[in-house]
């Protein structure tokens, strides 16, 4: 079964430094995303990304935070400098409306295993 | 006040009960309408997807939606302890962004 891959799965760092999370979505999802999940909180869209472009970043902190899909595939998050309040999940999913030429609507949209960053 | 609000629990049932989740929402745009099931250290995996009112139905799991009532609940039957698992609402208006706006997600143990 296609999976969205995440790295890496878990993150420490100091803060005031920079970290980068990787994504590569299932193989054809035109679209991606990153969500951030605080512990105990639902998931809440942060950048998404048709092709290379970017469709949504109206919630991503763009004075810390950067996203870029250079060729349309995999996908890297960076945040500089990170700050305590940045621990949580960073997850990606990617998402296409059709499977091998069946329409498949949001049942393609599929999450990656996260990437869990505690800044200290 | 949250477009969508979920009940974090959390929820302790024995096994073979069922087990009742819900979601309201004030976004009246919202089209489609999905439950979700997290393991711990897991990202979520799509368990129920609807596009309408009414009841669906997938094995021991049903998907209710009132759009009337702002409301949505999944209920599974015969509740095992492999359900285990945090448990997210999550809505989206198709054909706008595609963002999914998730609720808090309800905490879900099953006990033998």
């Known amino acids: 079964e296609a999976e969205v891959a995440q790295s890496p799965r878990y993150k420490i760092t100091e803060k005031s430094q920079a970290v980068a999370f990787w994504c590569d979505p299932i193989s054809g999802h035109a679209t991606l995303y990153w969500y951030r999940q605080i512990l105990g909180q639902g998931p809440e869209l942060l950048v998404q990304f048709q092709d290379e472009s970017v469709v949504d970043d109206s919630q991503l902190p763009k004075d810390r935070f950067s996203a870029e899909r250079l060729k349309g595939v995999d996908s890297t998050l960076k945040i500089q400098p990170a700050e305590l309040g940045d621990s949580a999940m960073y997850l990606c999913?990617?998402?296409?409306?059709?499977?091998?030429?069946?329409?498949?609507?949001?049942?393609?949209?599929?999450f990656g295993s996260g990437t869990r960053l505690t800044v200290v | 006040q949250k477009e969508v609000e979920q009940d974090p629990g959390p929820l302790s049932v024995p096994e073979g009960a069922i087990v009742s989740l819900n979601c309201t929402y004030s976004?009246?745009?919202?089209?489609?309408f999905m439950w979700y099931r997290q393991y711990s250290r897991k990202g979520p995996e799509l368990l129920m997807y609807t596009y309408s009112s009414g009841n669906k139905e997938d094995g021991r799991f049903t998907a209710q939606v009132d759009k009337s009532s702002k409301y949505i609940s999944l209920f599974i039957r015969d509740s095992q302890p492999s359900d285990s698992a945090t448990y997210l609402c999550?809505?989206?208006?198709?054909?706008?962004?595609?963002?999914?706006?998730f609720g808090k997600g309800t905490k879900l143990t099953v006990n033998p």
């Open positions: 999550a809505m989206s208006v198709w054909g706008g962004s595609e963002k999914l706006v």
């Open positions: 976004n009246s745009a919202f089209q489609y």
């Open positions: 999913a990617s998402s296409s409306p059709y499977d091998r030429g069946h329409r498949v609507g949001l049942y393609g949209y599929t």
